[in-house]
């Protein structure tokens, strides 16, 4: 088959790879398209390392077509399908809790197991039997199924914020996953979102997306604008959806007491910052992180998917055939894109 494979750092190549080969109870899949997440640029570009093997195939953001249903009678040929691409192990601690997200035994395609930036994908037989496979109708698009896995993140973290009906919500960066916060929120009933974001054309793309206001934080101060809109309370949520360290103690800074904060986004390796920390001290503020997705949380994306809940085709604004996977990848890279979808050729 024809695949992008990884070689390397900085290294993404269109070329021949081998066929995957199947286990019992794998499922083959014909990829129908798949799109560029922020995380395969960072692996691509050596920020993240790990899970990560050279030569591999990334991209686990997909929608598919079932070529060999590895004898799962729940499958059939040329039905389609969507996969959650995280594989919890459903017996430790973690998963036992219900927080599959962090599995100790967490093992994900487009990382561990080769991913999505090719003709054919193969499932193995553990995420079938783990109920991460999802049959899909064949009139939502496939390129808006493959958005069900960073919709279903954003999930997550919106869920350790809880947005209530009328709250105020910061959303701090505007960039695929900033967007899908702010269509989230809406959809959950905040009042007001606000978002920060320095690039133009992303500010308008949060407005479209449904934000009531943007702030460009070169030319005011985000923290003095949301208290101001605020009657100098703050807002009730803070999300960091871009890995900008000072944006942490900005979103420290700009929430109410008894705020809620998400940081959202991952920041470097190692990376340390300078938090306000009487401020999260005195106004007893809930601060969380959140890591990946749920089968749950993915469902839940794929119901706002293809019920028309949620509108995410404004959202692509770039397609590729998978043999320009190298514009592709420079266009989710520029800045210019939103969203980048891969479509079968
Ligand atoms: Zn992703
Ligand atoms: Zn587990």
Do not use: W
Not at 27 to 52: P, Y
Not at 89 to 112: I, Q
Not at 229 to 247: K, P, R, W, Y
């Amino acid at each position: 088959m024809k695949a992008a494979v990884l070689t390397a750092v900085d290294n993404i190549i269109y070329t021949a790879a081998p066929d995957p080969v199947l286990q019992k109870g794998d499922l083959l899949l014909r990829v129908k398209a798949a799109t560029v997440c922020g995380t395969d640029i960072r692996i691509l570009r050596g920020r993240k390392t790990a899970g990560i093997r050279y030569p591999s195939i990334i991209g686990h953001e997909f929608a598919g077509e079932v070529v060999d249903a590895g004898g799962h009678s729940q499958f059939k040929v040329g039905q389609s399908v969507a996969v959650c691409p995280a594989f919890a192990c459903g017996h430790c601690d973690l998963c036992k809790a219900g927080a599959e997200n962090l599995c100790s035994n967490l093992v994900a395609m487009g990382y561990e197991i080769d991913g999505a930036f090719a003709e054919y994908v193969r499932i193995p037989t553990q995420g079938v039997a783990s109920g991460n496979v999802f049959a899909v109708p064949e009139r939502t698009p496939p390129e808006l199924i493959a958005l069900a896995e960073p919709l279903a993140c954003v999930i997550n973290g919106q869920e350790q914020v809880n947005i209530k009906p009328g709250d105020t919500v910061v959303v701090l960066g505007a960039g695929p996953i900033g967007i899908l916060h702010v269509k989230l929120a809406k959809l959950a009933g905040a009042a007001r979102v606000i978002v920060s974001q320095r690039s133009a054309l992303r500010r308008d793309a949060a407005l479209a997306a449904g934000a009531d206001m943007v702030i460009d934080p070169v030319a005011e101060d985000t923290v003095e604008r949301v208290k101001l809109e605020t009657g100098g309370h703050g807002a009730d949520v803070a999300i960091c959806a871009i890995g900008v360290l000072s944006l942490a103690n900005d979103a420290i800074r700009m929430v109410r007491p008894r705020g809620r904060v998400n940081l959202f986004a991952g920041f470097v390796p190692g990376a340390m910052a300078e938090l306000d920390v009487n401020a999260i001290h005195y106004k007893e503020l809930a601060v969380t992180g959140a890591f990946g997705l749920t089968r749950a949380q993915y469902k839940r994306a794929l119901d706002l998917i293809t019920s028309g809940q949620i509108e995410l085709s404004s959202m692509l604004t770039h397609r590729f055939p998978l043999h320009d996977i190298a514009k592709a990848v420079s266009a989710a890279e520029s800045g210019a894109a939103i969203k980048v979808a891969i479509t079968a050729a």
